[in-house]
């Protein structure tokens, strides 16, 4: 089978309002760049009619393949499933919401043609976005950057282009807590940013409210660093060095026989050291659950359908 030289992978949750118009800029783009080219766009179980209008892409051309998750499994997943239905030598991976502009491709591509093996799109401004989340964005990029042993890009989401021996080194990484945009700085291999304003979203809701902004944060800490269960350590470290220092200047009181009311400290300290407690024991209790899904075993995710496309030939061996 004739494999294309581009596949593009979009994970689509509730995006019927934004695809007829990404799917005409999508194909356009991809037709000028003079390739042989496929799209294979992942529906993460949603509830408009995102996935109809997928299946009628596919139906209509046979360069497009729809598949359809079995229920909701999450950005992430979406992403790796598209990479692994992939059948391209160059990969991309890109929102649907219209917010990664298709028209970057093309630079994006060229970067690849100079040798680079993975070319991720870096933003340089957040138009449409609050205050609050430009803030929070912008000290977890580098917050990240420097807890983690993994040099991960600041101000860069998910859309990259993957060459083939990126793409064969991240269909080996099966964890199950997925932080593609850290899988992708770990596996190496030449990297280069290509640098561009991100438009607003202009239909739609944003998928990622601020709980799931807080469990995506945490996901990537957690993937690529130690430094929290680090902190707990030093945490305990430092009440344990002032409960010392307290306890001689107990004793010394006692041996002054100065007599000091000591229900209010007495309660202080036990909180203090419940708080502490508390605390490393949430720390511990969020490796320990990951340890937990991974062991389990299961599968990352379900198809329960696919429109469009030929049968698949096999997989590229890794490098």
């Known amino acids: ?25 999508l194909t356009r783009v991809l037709t000028a760049t003079g390739r042989t080219w496929e799209i294979v766009y992942v529906d993460d179980g949603s509830a408009d009619a995102s996935f109809e209008k997928m299946a009628a892409f596919a139906r209509g051309d046979p360069r497009l393949r ?19 239905a992939a059948r391209g030598r160059i ?47 912008h000290v977890f990029y580098r917050l990240l950057q420097r807890w983690t042993n993994v040099e991960i890009p600041v101000d860069v989401g998910d ?3 993957m060459g083939p021996r990126a793409v064969a080194a991240f269909r ?21 940013g290509v640098p561009y304003v991100r438009p607003p979203r202009t239909r ?12 995506f944060a945490l996901d990537g800490l957690t993937s690529f660093s130690h430094v929290p269960l680090q902190l707990a350590t030093w945490l305990g470290f430092l009440v344990s060095a002032f409960a010392f220092l307290y306890i001689l200047v107990v004793l010394t009181l006692w041996i002054l026989k100065i007599n000091v009311p000591g229900w209010t400290t007495l309660m202080v300290f036990v909180l203090l050291l419940g708080g502490v407690q508390l605390t490393v024991i949430g720390v511990l209790g969020e490796y320990l659950g990951r340890i937990y899904d991974e062991v389990k ?17 096999p997989d590229p061996a890794p490098v």
Request: without cysteine; proline residues 6%.
């Open 1 to 25: 089978m004739n494999r294309p030289e581009i596949s593009v992978a979009l994970p689509v949750f509730n995006e019927a309002d934004n695809l007829d118009e990404l799917n005409e800029r």
């Open 204 to 215: 739609g809701e944003t998928k990622f409210p601020l709980r799931k902004m807080l469990r």
């Open 172 to 192: 080996r990484l099966r964890e199950r807590h997925r932080f593609i945009r850290g899988m992708t700085a770990w596996v190496g291999f030449p990297q280069v």
């Open 297 to 313: 075993g299961r599968p990352l995710y379900l198809v329960a359908e696919e429109v469009g496309g030929e049968e698949p030939g």
């Open 91 to 137: 990969v991309a991976v890109m929102d649907a919401d219209l917010q990664d502009p298709p028209e970057l491709l093309s630079e994006m591509l060229k970067k690849i043609d100079e040798g680079y093996e993975v070319v991720y799109a870096q933003r340089t401004k957040r138009e449409g976005e609050s205050a609050f989340k430009l803030w929070t964005a």
């Open 66 to 84: 729809a598949l359809r998750f079995s229920r909701n499994f999450g950005h992430q997943m979406a992403l790796t499933a598209g990479v692994d």
């Open 159 to 161: 859309f990259r282009l």
